[in-house]
């Protein structure tokens, strides 16, 4: 299969809504129309606090996406790297484009400075695991959030 990593475009909103839409369902949430409205302005945008966005396009389209963010650190001169969001269509998995999109967003950190990228999963999200544990280690912290 072949396929591409590139920013993501206007033209590309239909197709990033549903990918976006998919990867919600998987961690079973939904977002109000405005979140989508407002997520992918922002995507779009140069404010440099807001996300990123890389999409992997193949012959047919869209297949994957990845969001991504530049915060700073507390421990750290540097910025770090806050990967939030990585989806690859269910027919597009296994052909190496979840690992191509966390490369990508690697070298988009290296060229920014910052040489750490960290994200979260789910402890049920198994097949995802398999790959992160290839390219990145696990860290023993527990994330808590207020309700």
């Known amino acids: 299969m072949t396929h591409k990593i590139r920013p993501l475009r206007q033209t590309d909103e239909a197709e990033w809504r549903r990918l976006w839409t998919d990867y919600l369902a998987f961690y079973k949430t939904t977002v109000p129309e405005a979140v989508y409205q407002s997520t992918f302005a922002r995507l779009l945008g140069d404010d440099p606090q807001d996300f990123s966005c890389l999409v992997a396009e193949g ?10 963010l530049f915060h700073r650190h507390g421990w750290k001169i540097e910025n770090t790297c806050y990967l939030q969001d990585l989806f690859v269509d269910p027919a597009a998995r296994g052909t190496g484009l979840g690992r191509a999109l966390i490369e990508a967003v690697y070298e988009k950190a290296d060229a920014a400075g910052a040489p750490s990228v960290y ?4 402890d049920f999200n ?3 695991r398999l790959l992160y544990d290839r390219i990145a280690k696990v860290t023993p912290f527990i994330r808590y959030i207020r309700g």
């Open 119 to 122: 994200w979260l999963t789910q």
């Open 59 to 68: 012959d047919t389209g869209l297949l994957g996406l990845t969001h991504y």
């Open 126 to 128: 198994h097949e995802a």
